[in-house]
Every structure is written in C-alpha cells, then in structure tokens.
C-alpha cells in the first residue's frame, strides 16, 4: 500500500467512449502528477498540479483533460482516444517544500486498453 | 533537450554477485538524481536520492555515486538476491518546478 490508490486498474475502451481514470492520495501531500507508460518507453509526465492548480501540461493532446479538485484527488478524463494510447497511466504525489527532494509516491497505475 | 539515458535495457547476473546499473545525463545538470524499483504491474517505488555534492548514498544493500564529471550515476546492489530482479528506474528534476523526468529503465534479472 503505497498511500496513493487509482481506480479502475484496468480500463477496456471503444475510440468513442468517455470514461475517467481516479487517483487519491492518503499521504497529506500538496501536489500530484499523472504519467504515461507506454512498454520500453521513458515514464512521459503529461500533468502536474500544485496546491490544486496546473503548474506542467506537457503538450499533451486534448482529448486527455485532468481535473483536481483538491489536493487529495486527481482525475483524467478520457474522450475519443486512440489505439497508441494504450498505456499504463500512473498517478504520483509528493509534498513541495522549499528543500523539496521530489521524491514521488506512485499509485499501481490504470491500464489502458484502447480498442 | 534534457535527458536522462539508463544505457543498458536489461542485465542478467548471478545471485551473490554485485549489480551495476548506469544512468548518464545529457545537456544539463542536475541537482540531484532519483533511483525508483519497479516490479512487473506496479507502479515505481522511490529507494534512494544523491545530490549533486554527495559522491556516495548507501542504503543497506544499495549505493549510489553521481560524477558530475561523467555526467553520470551508478547504482550497485551488492549481494544480489532474485528478490532484487526488477526495473530500476534513474529519474531527475528537468527545469520546471517539480518536473520530474525518467530514463527507460534497466530490467535486472538475478538467477539463482
């Protein structure tokens, strides 16, 4: 148990569908991220948020869309996506403090099946 | 462009032997480097830090050196065990606030 908990761990989607991956975090931190891995690919950071608001979108395409609510949930709302985004999306948290050592807590990821 | 380039995409050792992984990083420098476990399904699991003053961090059985000469950081697992078999992630901050970036990883496999 790693403190950070995503929902569902395994997603089949159609290219036209809807469908929200979820991600908590039971540790108190003060910012989260999402990642995609995709297989012999580096971890790419697509989203960061601090205290809640969007500090990083790394070009990503419009169709993924985050939303953080708090600072303990983070969601990725998904819509007409495409085959070559399958991947494993992992969620991650970590407390920012001015020595900040940006280490980060994953959660178990969502796989992503997109058909 | 920053990067981080973990050379070897798998290495196969005998258990007892030490396990050496390299992490090498290109056009900046880092304040500090990141090495992460991750086991097949999971999601990656932080194990040791080492800033860019530090020569050596030692976890039990873990070290970790960074060159800023060589631009580049080794992670030793001493006395392997097939426990140890994983990926073993390098990772450090490019430029952006909290902008954490990863190199492909090394695949480690200890045979008994």
């Known amino acids: 148990e790693t403190g950070v908990t995503q929902t569902p761990r395994h997603l089949v989607m159609g290219m036209t569908n809807k469908k929200s991956l979820k991600c908590e975090q039971h540790l108190g931190h003060n910012a989260m991220y999402w990642y995609k891995q995709s297989a012999k690919k580096p971890l790419e950071l697509m989203f960061v948020?601090?205290?809640?608001?969007?500090?990083e979108n790394n070009s990503v395409p419009s169709r993924f869309s985050p939303e953080c609510p708090n600072s303990s949930h983070l969601f990725l709302h998904l819509h007409t996506l495409q085959p070559e985004d399958s991947a494993l999306y992992l969620c991650?948290?970590?407390?920012?403090?001015?020595?900040?050592?940006?280490?980060?807590?994953f959660g178990e990821g969502s796989r992503l099946t997109v058909l | 462009s920053q990067k981080i380039e973990q050379n070897s995409e798998a290495l196969n050792i005998q258990e007892g032997k030490t396990a050496t992984l390299t992490c090498n990083y290109t056009?900046?420098?880092?304040?500090?480097l990141q090495w992460y476990r991750q086991d097949p399904g999971r999601g990656p699991v932080f194990l040791l830090l080492?800033?860019?003053?530090?020569k050596e961090k030692r976890k039990e059985r873990l070290k970790v050196t960074f060159d800023t000469t060589l631009k580049q950081s080794l992670f030793h697992i001493t006395a392997s065990q097939p426990a140890d078999s994983a990926t073993y992630l390098c990772?450090?901050?490019?430029?952006?606030?909290?902008?954490?970036?990863f190199g492909a990883g090394t695949r480690l496999a200890v045979h008994p």
């Open positions: 948020y601090n205290f809640k608001e969007q500090t």
């Open positions: 056009n900046y420098s880092p304040a500090y």
């Open positions: 991650a948290s970590s407390q920012v403090r001015a020595t900040n050592t940006g280490e980060l807590f």
């Open positions: 080492i800033r860019e003053n530090e």
């Open positions: 990772a450090a901050l490019s430029g952006g606030y909290n902008k954490l970036i």
